[in-house]
């Protein structure tokens, strides 16, 4: 659309172009942050537009209207462009209704059980300012989210919100990958709004669209703009094999030694909040080198991109450039075309994941776990660690953004991470370390290394330990585990990159 022109009762004219309209020099009103416009007809020389957005203001969403009179006529015509330009796309599962209904799951016990009063406060009202009808459903036990993936009807709703911490957007991973029509079902949106204590999908997706948010505060508000406002986005699917526990899905990372070491054993202080992994942290690091200092043999592909490996190394307050041309870009989530698909569920997610699906890129690379590694597309190495992870997404919390380069839709590129300590001066450095993840700062460390890979198997050594945790659930301590991508992407709702 090129940019047009309408002229109110009073005042300047007002220009509309594909994003902006114009009001007056000082009132812009950017397209994507409307959520709902309504005529009122006042009488036969006159007619108001109203506009209901929600512009940044202070890097925080506030709820603006703006009403304009014009002539009849000319607020017909703008009214219906701006319907036009915020109509509601169809999701890319292809509902056979296509109302703009979502399915609300609220885990009553995350985030120090403070996700239903923010729905209340912070989201329910801008779901409704944007027209959606929303049915809430809140979990009674661990795993019911997998059970409401799994048997969701597709046709009904436009998409999951899923009101939790990053453990229940894994439930709902699990469960639609659990269906056999999970071709169709991979493509149901799926919006995290951040209620937990570890919200690293909304945060990474809120990074990915250049969208403001408040790790300390929280950022409810905003999730809850996108999920008005959806633009779909291709999120990769990993598979993480852990000795004893079997394959499961991954979305984020699977992490060995001192980040899993923290985050489970601190669970015995939940009733401090966030606090419990500062807690836990200063006694593990206190206690260096007897806790933390694991012995491993490590093989990974590497990918010897020096673009990627340059990127890696910027932080999440970088300008945005910097990360490349087309980082920020993603291909758009295709429709799915297919006519029926058989229903039923896989019986294990074992079966699941060994099952083949949708047409891939991505052929595996490793043998099963319990097999060794003899291609010599490995690189093998044998060390003394502080901890190793595998991640794939840009936040591990909303407060850590760990590897701002890692991007929602790599094609099966993940990072291997890793503290050597053969290159740590001091335990305080590691203490100094952690604390600055929140800025991204941990990246300038020289003991802290970060190598792009495309499969990588971890096997701790001579009975050293360590918690290993995928996506934060635990998986025991010492145990073998490997990761590559699935032949597969689920679709999570963001936005339009936020320009600024
Ligand atoms: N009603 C319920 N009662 C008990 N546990 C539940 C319930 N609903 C969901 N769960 C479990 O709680 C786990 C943690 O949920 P979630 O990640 O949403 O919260 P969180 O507070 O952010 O947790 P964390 O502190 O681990 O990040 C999930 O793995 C899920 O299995």
């Not at 994003?19 to 309504?38: E, G, M, S």
């Not at 009849?72 to 219906?80: G, Q, V």
């Not at 099963?368 to 590694?373: N, S, T, V």
């Amino acid at each position: 659309m090129g940019s047009r022109s309408f002229f109110p009762l009073k005042g300047p004219s007002i220009e509309m172009d594909k994003t902006v309209i114009t009001i007056n020099p000082q009132t812009t009103i950017r397209v994507a942050d409307i959520l709902r416009v309504d005529l009122d007809k006042d009488g036969k020389e006159s007619s108001t537009v109203r506009i209901l957005h929600y512009p940044l203001i202070k890097e925080r969403r506030s709820r603006k209207e703006v009403s304009i009179d014009l002539a009849p006529e000319e607020a017909k015509e703008l009214h219906e462009a701006i319907k036009k330009s915020i109509s509601f796309k169809r999701p890319p599962h292809r509902p056979r209704n296509s109302s703009k209904r979502l399915l609300v799951i609220v885990n009553p016990f995350s985030g120090q059980q403070k996700a239903r009063d923010l729905w209340r406060d912070e989201a329910e009202r801008v779901l409704s300012d944007g027209q959606w009808l929303c049915e809430v459903v809140e979990t009674t036990h661990p795993g019911h989210a997998v059970e409401i993936a799994k048997t969701i009807d597709l046709d009904k709703y436009a998409g999951i919100l899923v009101n939790s911490g990053d453990g229940l957007v894994s439930e709902v991973f699990t469960g639609l990958l659990l269906r056999r029509d999970r071709e169709r079902a991979l493509k149901l949106p799926i919006g995290h709004l951040p209620g937990g204590t570890s919200n690293a999908l909304a945060a990474a997706i809120c990074f990915a669209s250049n969208e403001s948010f408040s790790p300390r505060y929280g950022f409810m508000r905003e999730a809850a703009v996108m999920a008005a406002r959806p633009t779909y986005r291709p999120l990769r699917l990993f598979k993480a094999e852990v000795e004893g526990s079997g394959r499961v899905p991954m979305f984020m990372s699977t992490t060995w030694g001192l980040i899993a070491d923290i985050d489970i054993e601190s669970e015995r202080f939940r009733w401090a909040g966030m606090i419990r992994l500062h807690i836990e942290a200063i006694l593990i690091i206190a206690q260096l080198p007897t806790t933390c200092k694991y012995r491993a043999r490590i093989s990974y592909i590497p990918v010897g991109d020096k673009e990627l490996i340059r990127k890696t190394m910027l932080k999440y307050n970088a300008v945005r450039h910097l990360f490349g041309k087309k980082h920020f870009n993603f291909e758009p989530v295709e429709e799915y075309t297919g006519e029926s698909q058989p229903s039923g569920h896989y019986s294990s997610m074992a079966e699941a994941l060994s099952a083949s699906s949708a047409p891939c890129s991505t052929a595996p690379k490793l043998p099963p776990l319990d097999q060794p590694i003899t291609s010599s597309a490995f690189t093998v190495v044998e060390g003394e660690y502080v901890m190793a992870n595998l991640t794939s997404l840009s936040h591990l919390g909303s407060d850590l953004p760990y590897l701002p380069s890692s991007k929602l839709d790599e094609d099966d590129i993940f990072f291997l991470t890793l503290i050597d300590w053969s290159l740590i001066k001091h335990r305080l450095q590691i203490g100094t370390l952690m604390i600055t993840i929140d800025g991204s700062r941990h990246l300038d460390y020289a003991c802290f290394q970060v190598i792009p890979v495309r499969a990588c198997r971890i096997e701790p050594l001579d009975g050293c330990g360590g918690n290993v945790a995928v996506d934060g659930e635990p998986k025991g301590k010492g145990k073998a585990f490997q990761v590559e991508a699935l032949p597969m992407s689920a679709t999570v709702i963001a936005r339009e990159e936020v320009k600024r």
